[in-house]
């Protein structure tokens, strides 16, 4: 059984260009056990420094969408370093009233463990609709090794590319300034992500690698299915000159048993006419001796 369950999850679609975290999923749940709700926030350091604090605003209501009130409207994450490309947060639940139902959250401002402060008041927000690629698992790797030729960090290629008049959503995730020709995280080109990281050429892509991975899956097929028609033939051949010995050996032995029996046969029938001989001799000799005795 799963300890919590997931009332509300989703990756806000409300960005701040340039900022140097996202959150990338924000969700209520309920303690399974205990039936306390609990919201947690998972963010993204897109930035190339190491975090220390990440100050947030919350808000929360109930099923009709009437604010309830919290604790702690205002939430810090401090105490922690949280490297460039690190998703935190995952792991820290933050308490809500029981009639909590919708949760939502507001980035403020983020602490670096060189002093600086970014504020998000001064910055600019914009409206995303990022959906994230998916590949076929059986041609992932495929698709990355193409990706490769065009890209400096494929490892950070995760949503479909996206821009909107003052901003492009590069597709690690990080919203980049219109006039930033390449994404300040992942160093990923805005132009290669147009050429290839866009619905309608992924598809291509895709596709493309499904049918060489097809045609892959038919030549080893074919050569599984000739290999295993030469083994029946090679084996077949040889149970055929098997069976063709035996028979010879038969024929030999068959031979063989012949010439013994007319050998056998043959010293028989001399057998028979010397004796039959002999008794001929023998019984002229008794005649001439009776008649010599006779006269």
Known sequence: MEYFNKIQCYRPSIEIVDAPVSIDEIALLQDSVDKNMLGRIKFINYSKGTIVAIFVRLRAANIAGEAVTLEKERFIYQDMKISSG???????????????????????????????????????????????????????????????????????????????????????????????????????????QISYLIPEKMDILIAKKEQELQKEKEEIYRAKQAEEEAMYRAKREYEEKKARQEQEERDRSFQIQQEQLREEAERKKKKTTMIVTSVVVIIVILLVIFIKCTF
Do not use: H, M
């Not at 009233?97 to 600086?116: I, M, T």
């Not at 409206?127 to 698992?137: A, D």
């Not at 193409?146 to 690690?172: A, H, I, M, S």
């Open 86 to 192: 690190e998703l935190y947060g995952n792991r820290i639940p933050i308490s809500l009233p029981a009639d909590a139902r919708y949760f939502s959250v507001q980035l403020e401002k983020v602490v670096f463990d060189d002093g600086e402060i970014w504020d998000a008041t001064n910055g600019v927000t914009c409206k995303i609709s990022q959906k994230q690629i998916q590949v076929p698992e059986e041609v992932v790797g495929k698709v990355k090794k193409e990706l490769e030729k065009y890209f400096n960090n494929v490892n950070y290629v995760r949503y479909f590319y996206e821009e909107g008049q003052d901003f492009w959503g590069c597709t690690c995730g990080r919203i980049n300034r219109a006039d930033n020709e390449i994404c300040l995280f992942c160093n990923n080109s805005r132009r290669s």
